[in-house]
């Protein structure tokens, strides 16, 4: 036997984590552009990309979460275009939506931590004002920064941690130029 031959597991592990980088880098790009639509476009993309990479390591929970993390970012690019998006309603259900995944995949305390960064964000990326959106951020990062340790994400421990100087460089970038 070949001594160089990778394991289905090992080959499995390694592409997980191509698709979370390729993920990451939609993910960390995102919240560079100025629209609200773009931004949340981009990370619909990355949600799905981010999801194949939680099936593949049995992390079905973030999978759960991305999948309709997706839809909802596609759904709140229609902001300021659709009454119903604008409704504080869209991201209400969205949260329950969330909320019943998480019910649903239950496994421990951890496993509710992409639920509650879903749900949080929910509203997070609702609110058309993209320095907030940039700043709102911080706490569901960290929580998915936790489950990806635990979870052994590689990447996407990586991904959180750029997240938080790419949250930073953004809000630095477009900073208001008020005079004091």
């Known amino acids: ?10 080959l499995n592990l390694i592409i997980s984590q191509i698709i979370s980088a390729v993920a990451t880098v939609l993910l960390l790009c995102s919240v560079q552009f100025k629209k609200h639509r773009t931004i949340v476009m981009i990370q619909a993309l990355a949600a799905v990309l981010f999801a194949i990479q939680y099936f593949m390591i049995g992390a079905y929970e973030g999978m759960i979460c991305n999948l309709v993390g ?25 949260s329950l939506i969330f909320l ?7 496994k421990n305390p951890v496993s509710l931590l992409p639920t509650f960064a879903m749900i949080i964000s929910s509203f997070v990326l609702w609110i058309p004002q993209t320095q ?40 630095i970038r477009y900073r208001s130029k008020k005079k004091t």
Not at 1 to 10: E, I, R
Not at 100 to 106: A, D, E
Request: glycine share 2%; with cysteine.
């Open 132 to 171: 907030k959106l940039r700043a709102l951020t911080y706490p569901t990062s960290l929580m998915w920064l936790v489950y990806n340790i635990i979870n052994r994400s590689y990447v996407a421990i990586l991904t959180e941690i750029l997240n938080e100087i790419s949250l930073t460089v953004g809000l």
């Open 70 to 94: 997706s839809v909802r970012n596609a759904v709140y690019s229609l902001r300021n275009k659709n009454k119903y998006v604008d409704s504080a309603f869209c991201p209400a259900v969205f």
């Open 1 to 10: 036997m070949n001594d160089f031959a990778l394991t289905h597991p090992q």
């Open 100 to 106: 019943i995944s998480g019910i649903l995949t239950y």
